[in-house]
């Protein structure tokens, strides 16, 4: 299957400062990705989605403003946390399809998100 | 009322048995659906993938999907230790936005 990757793959920051993490597609072009957060013990929870070249589209109840995504290339798509507070501590995934292809989702393996 | 349900577990079997995972939903326009395998902090990998109603067979997983019911399955047969993670269960409409269970817990003792 298609190889997603993500980096880093675990962070631990101070309260009020931004992180960023980086989502790619290794070895297909993908117009759109998605970004999950995860809580223990809990399923995915869809943040929103990256569309390449344009604005990101939040859920219901997701901080744009706070959960800033960048969709520069159609290999890469970045979600940086602004100003994180301990609540933001998580697991965040993000998943690609192939542009064209048939819809499989294909998943990175995460980054682990500590929020001091 | 959650767009699936799955219920979380924790499911417990011996080796080499047949297990049974599963997924209700309340949206009948889904028509993409996917089971994923989780292991602990690790991104979920695709297991199996259904476009529409049937059966799909891959080794020893098999995923069945009654739309009718609005209901699907997994099954894994001859079920190895290796076998131990959690399972998520994810449907789409248009193939884009997945809505994804909670995850059933599977542990297959030795």
């Known amino acids: 299957g298609a190889v997603v990757s993500q980096h880093p793959s675990r962070v631990i920051c101070k309260s009020g400062t931004s992180v960023k993490i980086e989502c790619r597609s290794l070895?297909?072009?993908?117009?759109?990705m998605f970004w999950y957060r995860q809580f223990p013990k809990q399923s995915l929870m869809l943040m929103a989605t990256s569309n390449e070249g344009s604005k990101a589209t939040y859920e219901q109840g997701v901080e744009k403003d706070k959960f800033l995504i960048n969709h520069a290339s159609l290999t890469l798509s970045t979600l940086t946390v602004t100003s994180a507070h301990p609540e933001d501590s998580s697991f965040y995934i993000c998943?690609?399809?192939?542009?064209?292809?048939?819809?499989?989702?294909?998943f990175g393996p995460g980054t682990r998100l500590t929020v001091l | 009322q959650k767009e699936v349900e799955q219920d979380p577990g924790p499911l417990s079997v011996p080796e080499g048995a047949i297990v049974s995972l599963n997924c209700t939903y309340s949206n009948s326009a889904f028509q993409y659906f996917m089971w994923y395998r989780q292991y602990s902090r690790k991104g979920p990998e695709l297991l199996m993938y259904t476009y529409s109603s049937g059966n799909k067979e891959d080794g020893r997983f098999t995923a069945q999907v009654d739309k009718s019911s609005k209901y699907i399955s997994l099954f894994i047969r001859d079920s190895q230790p290796s076998d131990s993670a959690t399972y998520l269960c994810?449907?789409?409409?248009?193939?884009?936005?997945?809505?994804f269970g909670t995850g059933t817990s599977l542990t297959v003792i030795p």
């Open positions: 070895d297909f072009q993908a117009t759109t």
């Open positions: 998943s690609a399809g192939e542009a064209g292809g048939n819809n499989e989702q294909f």
């Open positions: 994810a449907m789409s409409v248009t193939g884009n936005q997945f809505y």
